[in-house]
C-alpha cells in the first residue's frame, strides 16, 4: 500500500488538498495529513466543509507543530509528499530548510531521503524571489506544480479543473487514475468536442 504525506497550507485553493485526499482514499492510499492554521481557516472560508470533515478523508492527521510526529524522520518510510496548495511562504521555509513546523519538517524529511516532494505552489503573478525559491526547491529534488488549468480535454465544472490538477499529481506519484481525459493527438475535426464555453459564442 502506497503512503503519502498530504499538506494543506494557508494559500487559497484548498479545494485541490481536499480532493486529493478524497481520490487517496477511494484507491485506498495511506494519507498522512498535516493542516496549517491558516488553512483550517481557509477550509472553512472557501468551502463548505468543516475541518473536522477534511480531517476524516485522511488515515492519520498529524499537528502542525508537533516536531516529534512520525512523517519528521526518515526512518518513517513514505512514498513521498504532496502540498496542495502551497504558500509562498512555505516554499521559501523548504527552500532554506527552515523547519519550523511539520509541514517543512516532513518535506525537508522527502528530500533528503531522496523521496518524492510535489508542491503546487498557488501564487499569481510571481516575481523574481518567487521564481528563485522554486528553482531552488526545483534544484533540491522538488516538483514544482503550479495548479494550471488545461483546456485540451474541455473542461466543463470548476471540479473538472481540479481533477486535472489533482490527476497530474497522482501521475508524479505513480497512481492510476481516470480524472480527466488524456490527450491522444490530433483529431479530425468533426470527431472533436466543442468546449461547452464556446457554445454560447465566440469573439
Same mark, same amino acid.
Given at each position: 500500500?502506497?503512503?503519502?504525506?498530504?499538506?494543506?497550507?494557508?494559500?487559497?485553493?484548498?479545494?485541490?488538498?481536499?480532493?486529493?485526499?478524497?481520490?487517496?482514499?477511494?484507491?485506498?492510499?495511506?494519507?498522512?495529513?498535516?493542516?496549517?492554521?491558516?488553512? +483550517? !481557516?481557509?477550509?472553512?472560508?472557501?468551502?463548505?466543509?468543516?475541518?473536522?470533515? &477534511?480531517? #476524516?478523508? $485522511?488515515?492519520? *492527521?498529524?499537528?502542525?507543530?508537533?516536531?516529534?510526529?512520525?512523517?519528521?524522520?526518515?526512518?518513517?518510510?513514505?512514498?513521498?509528499?504532496?502540498?496542495?496548495?502551497?504558500?509562498? +511562504? !512555505?516554499?521559501?521555509?523548504?527552500?532554506?530548510?527552515?523547519?519550523?513546523?511539520? &509541514?517543512? #519538517?516532513? $518535506?525537508?524529511? *522527502?528530500?533528503?531521503?531522496?523521496?518524492?516532494?510535489?508542491?503546487?505552489?498557488?501564487?499569481?503573478?510571481?516575481?523574481?524571489?518567487?521564481?528563485?525559491?522554486?528553482?531552488?526547491?526545483?534544484?533540491?529534488?522538488?516538483?514544482?506544480?503550479?495548479?494550471?488549468?488545461?483546456?485540451?480535454?474541455?473542461?466543463?465544472?470548476?471540479?473538472?479543473?481540479?481533477?486535472?490538477?489533482?490527476?497530474?499529481?497522482?501521475?508524479?506519484?505513480?497512481?492510476?487514475?481516470?480524472?480527466?481525459?488524456?490527450?491522444?493527438?490530433?483529431?479530425?475535426?468533426?470527431?472533436?468536442?466543442?468546449?461547452?464555453?464556446?457554445?454560447?459564442?465566440?469573439?
Amino acid at each position: 500500500m502506497k503512503k503519502i504525506i498530504v499538506a494543506i497550507t494557508g494559500a487559497t485553493g484548498v479545494i485541490y488538498g481536499i480532493r486529493l485526499l478524497e481520490v487517496l482514499k477511494d484507491f485506498g492510499v495511506e494519507s498522512h495529513l498535516i493542516l496549517s492554521t491558516q488553512a +483550517k !481557516t481557509n477550509i472553512e472560508c472557501e468551502t463548505g466543509r468543516s475541518v473536522q470533515d &477534511v480531517e #476524516r478523508l $485522511a488515515s492519520k *492527521v498529524h499537528d502542525v507543530n508537533n516536531l516529534a510526529a512520525a512523517v519528521s524522520s526518515g526512518s518513517f518510510r513514505t512514498d513521498g509528499m504532496i502540498i496542495a496548495p502551497c504558500t509562498i +511562504k !512555505t516554499l521559501s521555509a523548504i527552500a532554506n530548510s527552515y523547519d519550523d513546523n511539520l &509541514v517543512v #519538517r516532513a $518535506a525537508d524529511v *522527502v528530500l533528503k531521503e531522496r523521496r518524492r516532494l510535489i508542491v503546487a505552489v498557488r501564487e499569481t503573478p510571481l516575481h523574481k524571489g518567487h521564481l528563485e525559491l522554486m528553482a531552488r526547491v526545483a534544484d533540491l529534488g522538488g516538483i514544482v506544480l503550479p495548479p494550471v488549468p488545461a483546456f485540451y480535454f474541455h473542461p466543463r465544472t470548476i471540479e473538472d479543473i481540479v481533477d486535472h490538477a489533482v490527476g497530474k499529481m497522482l501521475d508524479l506519484m505513480d497512481i492510476e487514475h481516470s480524472l480527466f481525459r488524456r490527450w491522444q493527438g490530433e483529431q479530425d475535426g468533426s470527431e472533436r468536442l466543442k468546449p461547452s464555453f464556446l457554445c454560447h459564442g465566440s469573439r
